[in-house]
């Protein structure tokens, strides 16, 4: 059966089965999507559970004017953003102590340390400007199905994405820059150290 038929039969007639099944197709990328959010097993299956129990609540709205898996996508990303914009409310973000010194000639290395700073900066913008490009980049959505998500017009999107790559591009630099100062400076003490 197709989602929509399930959801219909579970609506009608409230039994478990028809719930279970939809359950089974979509518990695993729910979670996964989650996991995408925070980064912790165990974080991710409660935002799992929450999730589904909020659908199960929530089912009897589901209007068919987008296709079920759509739906839940965007029950899951807006959780996951209310999740961590309430975390970010009530904890800071801590410096990344991870930099090790880098052998130019491990380029393995280099691209760790990219990785870390894309990261850091993707930690650093909104959950909002995050989401959009989540779905843009790594889950490869079309301009199209994340306007579906979100419920916005497709130029919207466009305009959203373009401003979180900006906001993400201006500190991802920043980050960059003050490395390359730290680094200056922590030379120049090393080489330059009055005895």
């Known amino acids: 059966m197709v989602d929509e038929e399930l959801v219909r039969l579970f609506i009608e007639t409230q039994k478990n089965a028809y719930f279970e099944q939809l359950y089974d197709r979509y518990s695993d990328k729910v979670y996964r999507k989650c996991l ?6 165990a974080k991710a299956e409660d935002f799992t559970h929450d999730i589904f129990m909020k659908l199960v609540l929530n089912l009897g709205s589901y209007k068919e004017t987008a296709r079920f898996s759509t739906w839940l996508y965007s029950i899951t990303y807006n959780y996951c953003i ?6 970010k409310k009530y904890s800071e973000t801590p410096l990344d102590e991870n930099y090790d010194a880098m052998d130019d000639d491990d380029d393995a290395e280099l691209a760790e340390m990219e990785a870390q700073r894309l990261n850091k900066a993707l930690r650093q913008i909104m959950p909002e400007d995050k989401s959009i490009l989540m779905m843009k980049y790594q889950d490869d959505l079309s301009i199209k199905e994340i306007a579906q998500n979100l419920d916005i017009s497709e130029s919207a999107v466009k305009m959203r994405l373009l401003r979180a ?8 630099i920043e ?9 200056t400076k922590v030379l120049s003490l090393l080489f330059f150290k009055q005895d």
Do not use: E, N
Request: net charge positive; charged share 35%.
């Open 36 to 41: 995408s959010f925070v980064k912790d097993d």
């Open 82 to 87: 209310d999740q961590t914009r309430v975390a």
């Open 165 to 172: 790559k900006d906001k993400l591009r201006k500190i991802y």
């Open 175 to 183: 980050g960059v820059l003050i490395w390359g100062v730290l680094i």
